[in-house]
């Protein structure tokens, strides 16, 4: 039962739909889930705090400044704690005050605080469902990684018929065990990225790097680990949060990297997004460098720092069954990326434009080519979380039936 011990914060919004959440926590507990329920002030008059709590068997909290609630003031904590947030019914209503970081009650504070994957399960009239104003919220949380299930389709509670029925609750459950990572397409996958940049020294307090956030290969980790991969994140120097439910495993330089990849080993899929220094000084000094009137700046010997990307996809019983390199160009993109996949031998190249002008490096947005054996293939700009999640189930369909 993969779902079983895992925590579920469940926020429930005004809707009508509302009263299918009680349905939702008897299966979610019947699966050994343990599921919290923050219920929002609209919540509240489709739904009782008393129903919530008898089937949850935990309170029910809805005030952010209830003194009587240890909960509510502690907002931070409790969307750590969990390991999935749902929102369900997510209302037109909460999907603006998520898309536009407001927080002004409970339910909205914790999901704006919340370092956890969140799960929409949006419900409400087909005319506000198709508002120019509802989508451009979602793509807004799309972007940042928020997933979603349904809504359906057919006769909706005001009589009207369209889209925007809350997904059935077994559709819920899918997408829940989905999102914990429990039973997607790559279930019982390893999994290994690197991600960001690599730092060499020059000596203790100077270092040679290049401009990655690590925003792409962070993505890419997130998304094979959301689609059931047990996924190692070995990352050089970068600013963000650990991707949930991945093993992170931190480096400096590139000869750490390469060690920390094939510790990693086995894998049945190697995804290499770092931006990894192709030199690095040849002697680094141990002390720090002077400068001194009227002796020269120095010069920096350089020599060549391991291919971590070409070591991995080399033949041999340790090579990933799938090798994925990126070819980070500022000019020729398709011609530089052909020939590094077959300089370095993977089975296919992410190419992607980092002059200047394109915002790449650091960017939230991608803009990327799949170069492979079979030809090229060119995605439209999307965000960075959406190109690891089309990467992730392109590489799920290409592993199929590779045991
Ligand atoms: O981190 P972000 O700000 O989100 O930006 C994302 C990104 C632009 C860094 C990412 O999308 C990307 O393109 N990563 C690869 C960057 C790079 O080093 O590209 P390259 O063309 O120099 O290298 C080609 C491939 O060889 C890459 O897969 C690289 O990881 C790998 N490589 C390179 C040198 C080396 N010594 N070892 C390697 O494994």
Known sequence: MPLAGRRILLVIAGGIAAYKCLELIRRLRERGVSVRCVLTKAGAH??????????????????????TDDFGMSHIRASREADLLVVAPATANLIAKMAHGLADDLASTLLLASDKPILLAPSMNVVMWRHPATQA?????????VLQVGPGAGELACGEEGDGRLAEVPQIIAAVEAALGGAGPLAGRRALV?????VEPIDPVRYIANRS????????????????????????????PDPTGV??????????MLAACQAALPADLAVCAAAVADWRVAAPSAEKTKKADGVPPPTLQMVANPDILATLAAPGPARPKLVVGFAAETENLIDHAKAKLARKGCDLIVANDVSPSSGTFGGDDNQVHLVGAGGVEAWPPL????????LAAHLAELLKGNV
């Open 194 to 198: 690197t991600s960001g940049p690599t």
């Open 213 to 240: 956030s690590g925003k792409q290969g962070h993505a890419i980790a997130q998304a094979l680990q959301e689609l059931g991969a047990s996924v190692t994140l070995v990352s050089g120097p970068v600013h963000l």
């Open 383 to 390: 965000s960075k979380v959406l190109v690891a999640r089309r």
């Open 137 to 145: 919220n979602l793509a807004i949380l799309h972007g940042r990684g």
């Open 247 to 256: 093993t992170v495993v931190k480096v400096e330089t590139a000869r750490e």
């Open 46 to 67: 489709f739904v009782t705090p008393m129903s919530l709590a008898a089937l949850s068997e935990q309170p029910v909290h809805e005030d952010l400044f209830a003194l």
